[in-house]
């Protein structure tokens, strides 16, 4: 067993044993995040918000691995096939983001938002998609479809991906807090794992868990106030977008 | 009284009143430090060490202001001047610094280190000059003397901003365990703040901080082991070195 | 000047000064807040709580001083004997505390509450009196008022020390968090400090600190929900209850 | 499966799947510790400082697991009878324990550590020993070995429980850390964890985890400096003796 590990400033360590999941990381399309920022011009305001989608994107796969652990655990064994398509398309879900994230999203190329470019990147000729389709031909439409919001396997897989609760906002919100400094995005991650169970194809969360739940959809509502909606760095995006119109 | 706070992820604000310090800090010389990286190509290790030298020259500037406040606190009143040339000098100390700062220092300018370069800046002219002789035409001097290490005035200026306990290493120490994920970097900053005197001009700290000293002093140790002297960032800096020649 | 420091868990360093503080501290009355559990029976379900009145009557005593500190950076200098009467206010708020603070405290002295006990300590012949009393002869009175809420100085040192905002709730918010293991307190104690202001004799705070605000009133919210209401520990103290009577 | 999650300060959630150490928590033996202060007097000098062996007992069998599960991932599999009685042994290592901890240990029962206070409660008509011989009727006996240092199984265990590097010290240090308020405790457990072997029956760590282990080294150096043998509660240890005498 090789293992890598990545030292994360918000989980610690982020260990990868999946052959599959390092060779993706090391492709010129994934090691391309290192260079787009997270929040875009968010640091101008926030000065510690340097953080590229290259870290996030490590632990939004790394939170979707906590979770299946935790399933199996509880009983609930994802098929293999599943299992390697959720932890790819929670990896991957960022790959098309370009520039300065969503500051210049809208304008660099108005026909597609950056989720249509990740599936691109999936199902074109790119490394990532050779990597993936060497390790089962169907992987790649699989990810995509999972990434297009058509997945037709397990509703859960694209619901952890992307709805109101998902690994993707789980990250951000730690990991936007941490690098801001403004600690309102801090809420009980292991909680919400811990009470997180699979009910008709669904994830759904114990009853006991509520309260966390609750903490986390504040922890998104002082984040946009505070961060994502601050009036400073909304400007910067008006004033970005016109000076490349 | 105008209040400019920075929300800072290493020490929570960093509120500036000194129309002075914020005048240089919106200066072209001192905002370019944004998009040089602190620890060069070391993100290419730890993924999380993003950040700039912005940061941490006002990290290094507000642990400046910590001393100077906790001095004023035990009676030790510095004179206005040599008060703001310490805060000037801590902020500038950096500003000199080019691309991926250390990693390229002796080869894109071999005749010249950073403090040298910070000197020029602080000197000629440039809006950094004009502002701190506007506010004093000694001043640009006296910051230039004590960043090359010729400062005439009280020998504990130039100590606090270079020396063995400096605020540059107390900001970098726990600026770079927080961004890298190794919290080896970690130690006491409210201690040596604290036990922190001045003796025939003299930084000394007291007999009862000498465990908070012992600990930065292996801090200091451990990040070298485990960040920059790192083997695989080594090797990267080398092969950075030689697409450079 | 002798400096006492205390260490705390939640502030750091607590580092008092006033020698007046010191003897309080040193009264056979506040030292036995050591022997008063902060939370009851709370340790029976949340292990960790296991701290005493004594920490928090030290931290509502520093938040105060933090606070009056502040207020005197933005010009609002409060007179020495408003101050030191809201300080030991602070301090000695909770010192009339019996066994298990809250859970049995209608019990044991149906006719008492703890701040009728902590006025009869400041009042009457106890070495807290006396030390009070020596410093100024008004000094036991205003303390008293202020705990009764009947204080006829600046109602914002009232409301500092009791109202839906003040020292006694920030600091066992953020303290009962720590000792819980339950991150849910915590909230961003320095924006609201930072962001209070006197006006009409009333503490108010500014319109930017109010998501800060949002978050204090939810964290209040969150610590009922996960430990102060928990059903494990009402049931204890119901059965704490009979069994005492 | 039923599963009891004690939420703690250090580790978080400890989670307990494991019906035999659920019988054993509850018994009048180990709900003992909760009065047993892990420090002795040092809450006199760290205010902090109130915390009971029932926490430490829980984080040291807590730790054990978690080394259990690296071992288990690394391809080391435990016995089961192995697994059983060194998660029982680090558990009940110190249930021996009388008032106060150490500062009375030789006092009280001057013939007697409590190490064989814990053996004699393990292998006596006690709750735990009947708990133990339920589940196999020679745990008692390999449970009290471990403890008592002539176990006969693989070293390893022994060493887990009692030597330089043992779930004992990793948990006080972090625990004693936090409590006090002294950050020099603290140390990289999960480095540790991951870097840990078993060779030739013994504990190994790997060469690439010995910056953590010197972190840890100096961890336990600088808490002896800065609480263990602080000079103000040594003092109190030796009024309480002389008292006793």
Known sequence: MREQAYRDPVHDFITITDALLQQLIDTPEFQRLRRIRQLGVTYGTYHGAEHSRFGHSLGAMWIMHLICERLAYTGVELGSGVRETALCAALLHDIGHGPLSHALER???????????????????????????????????????????????????????????????????????????????????????????????????????????????????????????????????????????
């Open 107 to 245: 304008h660099l190329t108005p026909q597609h938002n950056h989720e249509s470019w990740s599936a691109a990147i999936v199902q074109e000729d790119t490394a990532v998609h050779r990597i993936l389709a060497a390790c089962d031909p169907a992987l790649p439409t699989q990810v995509a479809a999972v990434i297009l919001g058509n997945y037709q396997g397990p509703p859960y897989v694209r619901s952890l991906v992307s709805s109101q609760l998902d690994v993707d906002r789980m990250d951000y919100l730690l990991r936007d807090a941490l690098y801001t400094g403004v600690t309102y995005g801090l809420f009980d991650l292991q909680r919400i794992i811990n009470t997180m169970q699979i009910h008709s194809g669904q994830v759904v969360v114990a009853a006991k868990g509520i309260v966390a739940i609750e903490e986390y959809v504040l922890a998104r509502y002082f984040m946009y106030w505070q961060v994502y909606l601050h009036k400073a760095i909304r400007s910067q995006e008006l004033i970005l977008r016109a000076a490349w119109d």
